[in-house]
């Protein structure tokens, strides 16, 4: 390898014929550029897809009642039911495994009637009497004041948490948030925080910001809920999915509310848990054609290296008499031709990457100067253990280009390579 003449050897026979070997590293080039850049694009894709979920217990399930449809226990189908307070307390203390359970309920929203005012404004708002842990099932900013408390839950208070979709419909520019008192449905209730949400379990993250959070408790009193639960926000503990623990969930509610064990319509859910699994899967997916490609693409230029050191070889078969004659052994003559096939193989390959690379490095300057928090394609790129498995992939790919002409070489009988003219 530190031999200045095999050095020789290697650069005399690339430039022999330099548009020949530009043409035929061309190839490789292009299949590891085309690698690179697919797996920075799948990487992009997935940062933006993931962004969406940043901060949320992507661990968590939805689940809330629908009518029964078998009968059970003297109870006829299509009966309703509705999850009761007693039911939190009944999850937590028969499945382990569970971290948080949050009943809600809900009001309003989006395309709705008006339900909330202010003033001479109003609009139509989600609504939510919710419990204090809900911030860590679906994480906000409170850029100004506070999330509701276990305080606020014990005494009932009429407060509210607002986003900041809410304060440009409902406010005027400067006007302070915190102290004022809106009507929910007739019902005051006085400001004590603003949220900001970078991310929403539910896709919409500008209806994400047009909410509004009040105690549980004062919700249910205020709008004659009683020991209604709407529906529940359920994460697991680390360790434990959700998705294993549904049927035990389930179980425990169905028990409660006499509904037939088999009946599976009974209970509605949203396994984000599953579905984050799955949007992971498919990122794996796509790493792997991306490989597929791109090694599709990089040994359609590996054969053009083939063919051409199959052409030096028959080019240089006197050459390789002589060298035979003077007593190289076989593997000399294969090695040769061998690390000539590799080094070709590799200046073309990080050509590719390092073009790759400028490209990724401009593409990421133009999304940065235009990223937001609803951007679906951030930073694509490659880490250090893809460039060193296209490495891997590279001189692989020279020693197999290199196999046949190696073994074409140490075929050639002395006697008859010195005959050839």
């Not at 842990?133 to 208070?157: H, S, V, Y």
């Not at 609803?374 to 490495?391: C, G, H, K, Q, R």
Request: hydrophobic letters at 45%; aromatic letters at 10%.
């Amino acid at each position: 390898m530190f031999s200045r003449d095999k050095w020789n050897e290697i650069l005399e026979s690339l430039t022999s014929n330099v548009f020949r070997t530009l043409l035929t590293a061309f190839g490789v080039f292009w299949g590891i550029f085309i690698l690179v850049i697919l797996l920075a694009a799948g990487n992009g894709l997935e940062n933006g897809v993931k962004q969406g979920f940043s901060g949320i217990a992507t661990n968590s399930m939805f689940m809330w009642t629908m009518p029964t449809t078998k009968p059970y226990d003297g109870l006829p189908k299509g009966r309703r039911y509705n999850f009761k307070i007693g039911d939190v307390e009944a999850l937590k203390n028969n499945v382990e495994g569970l971290q948080y359970v949050s009943p809600r309920n809900q009001l309003g929203g989006f395309g709705g009637a008006n339900n909330v005012t202010r003033g001479l404004k109003s609009g139509a708002y989600n609504v939510y009497g919710d419990y204090p842990e809900i911030i860590k099932q679906e994480p906000m900013n409170i850029i100004k004041g506070r999330f509701i408390n276990q305080n606020d839950i014990e005494q009932k208070r009429k407060v509210a948490v607002i986003g900041t979709g809410v304060q440009k419909g409902l406010y005027d520019v400067g006007e302070e948030v915190l102290g004022s008192y809106i009507k929910v449905q007739g019902v005051n209730f006085m400001v004590i925080g603003m949220y900001e949400k970078t991310s929403s379990s539910r896709g919409d993250l500008e209806e994400a910001q047009k909410q509004i959070f009040v105690p549980f408790s004062a919700y249910s009193q205020a709008f004659n809920m009683g020991n209604v639960v709407g529906w529940m926000a359920i994460t697991a503990k680390n360790g434990y999915s959700i998705t294993n623990l549904k049927s035990e969930v389930f179980e425990v509610i169905k028990k409660r509310h006499r509904i037939n064990p088999e009946d599976d319509n009974a209970v509605g859910n949203f396994d984000l848990y599953e579905q984050y699994k799955k949007i992971s899967g498919l990122f794996l997916a796509l790493d792997a054609v991306a490989y597929l490609v791109g090694i599709l693409v990089l040994f359609s230029g590996v054969i053009g290296i083939s063919n051409i050191m199959l052409i030096v070889v028959k080019e240089r078969t006197k050459e390789i008499g002589v060298r035979r004659a003077l007593g190289a052994t076989p593997w000399q003559i294969r090695g040769q031709i061998l690390f000539e096939s590799v080094f070709l193989t590799i200046i073309a390959g990080m050509a590719g990457i390092i073009f790759a690379t400028l490209v990724i490095f401009i593409l990421n300057q133009f999304l940065g100067a235009s990223a937001s928090p609803e951007t679906m394609f951030i930073n694509p790129s490659v880490d250090y253990i893809t460039v060193l498995v296209a490495l891997g992939i590279l001189i692989f790919a020279g020693l197999l280009a290199g196999f046949i002409p190696a073994q074409n070489a140490i075929r050639i009988k002395p006697v008859e390579a010195l005959r050839t003219e």
